[in-house]
């Protein structure tokens, strides 16, 4: 869907954005006219349009639905949006179709397909910043809403003993496989479903970059499964949700320990009481 926001205005474009992912928007990319947003289309419906507003004064919008058939969105990225790119000097993201000079620590090939996750959006990378930054040597990771696997790839780079990728979507489900094959992780497993998929198991480290209502309508079972002691890291909201999200994390023995924002964007960590 193509939203036209007269006259065009950077914070509510922002806004905007936090507020159709609420609303089951799950990717976003600015344009000269606004921002185009897309849903599934099982998911869409024209009430959804009754939901949007802009909360500035003097702000108009106008809508342009299409529907967009499955097609080659590996061409389609190739030719329009996906870049190699590099995370804190360590990694690089890139995909088969890239020829890529620079060495890094860590690669990693992505193919994306439906599954948006390259790391371009700040809340990708503010996730993988913060793998970078930990230890995961010998430890069991949980990555829910994993859509291309691209953390749980870098975890298992990084040491990890074991991973579980969670996500909802079948498309997602399906091209985390692919990647991972891809890249020949042999240690992480994918799984089609939400958090009811990995009650019976417990983690060391949970990751979910995810938006900020599915992450406090499921915080009680991301906190359920790790491990006391561990570390759990959240992204896929705005700087000032970040209170919100502390406050329902208290309420489970979990206490932040860092954050990372970039363009309002922010990640979290907490650790869980022993």
């Known amino acids: 869907m193509s939203v036209k926001v007269k006259p065009l205005n950077a914070v509510a474009v922002e806004l905007l954005m936090a507020q159709m992912g609420e609303l089951g928007f799950d990717s976003f990319?600015?344009?000269?006219i606004g921002l185009?947003?897309?849903?599934?289309?099982?998911?869409?419906?024209?009430n959804i349009l009754n939901e949007i507003s802009c909360p500035l004064d003097g702000i108009d919008l106008g809508f342009e639905t299409e529907t967009i058939a499955d097609q080659n969105w590996n061409k389609v990225w190739e030719e329009n949006y996906f870049q190699p790119i590099v995370i804190g000097d360590k990694c690089i993201i890139h995909s088969t179709f890239h020829e890529v000079d620079q060495q890094c620590e860590f690669e990693i090939i992505v193919n994306?397909?439906?599954a948006f996750g390259t790391g371009h959006h700040e809340t990708t990378s503010l996730m993988l910043l913060q793998i970078l930054e930990l230890d995961f040597?010998?430890?069991e990771v949980l990555d829910m809403g994993c859509g291309t696997a691209i953390l749980g790839m870098l975890c298992s780079l990084k040491g990890a003993k074991s991973i579980t990728g969670v996500d909802i979507d079948e498309w997602a489900y399906n091209n985390a496989k692919e990647n991972i094959s891809l890249n020949n992780i042999t240690n992480m497993n994918?799984?089609?479903g939400g958090s009811e998929v990995v009650t019976d198991t417990h983690f060391d480290i949970v990751l979910a970059n995810i938006n900020l209502n599915i992450l406090l309508d499921n915080?009680?079972?991301y906190a359920s499964v790790l491990k006391a002691g561990g570390t759990i890291i959240f992204s896929g909201f705005y700087s000032h949700d970040v209170c919100t999200l502390d406050d329902a994390a208290a309420r489970y023995g979990l206490k932040r320990i860092s954050q990372k924002t970039d363009n309002n964007w922010a990640s979290v960590a907490y650790i869980k009481a022993e």
């Open 29 to 32: 990319e600015e344009s000269e």
């Open 219 to 221: 915080i009680a079972a």
């Open 36 to 46: 185009n947003a897309y849903i599934k289309s099982s998911d869409f419906s024209q």
């Open 112 to 114: 994306p397909q439906m």
């Open 137 to 139: 040597t010998g430890l």
């Open 190 to 192: 994918v799984l089609l």
